[in-house]
C-alpha cells in the first residue's frame, strides 16, 4: 500500500478512536478542516511537519501514522 493511503488510513482511524470529528482535530492542531478531510481522502499529501502536529493532538508518535497496520 502507498504511504498516503496508509496515512489516510491512520489519521481516520485513531482520529475516529479519541472520538474526534476532523472540525475538532483541525481546530487541536491549528488547520483548515477541508484539509484533513483531503488527506483523510489521499487528495493531498501531508508535510513531515503537519504529521507531527496531527499525531501530537491525536497523542500518538508521528510513526505510528504511517506503519500499515493489520486489521
Known sequence: M????????????YRQAR???QEELAHRA???????????RCVYAASIDVVGRIAEV??????????????
Not at 491525536?58 to 486489521?71: G, Y
Open 19 to 21: 472520538g474526534l470529528s
Open 30 to 40: 491549528e488547520l483548515d478542516r477541508t484539509y484533513i478531510s483531503a488527506l483523510e
Open 2 to 13: 502507498e504511504i498516503r493511503k496508509i496515512f489516510a488510513a491512520n489519521l481516520k482511524r
Open 58 to 71: 491525536l497523542e500518538v508518535k508521528p510513526s505510528d501514522l504511517l506503519v500499515e497496520t493489520v486489521e
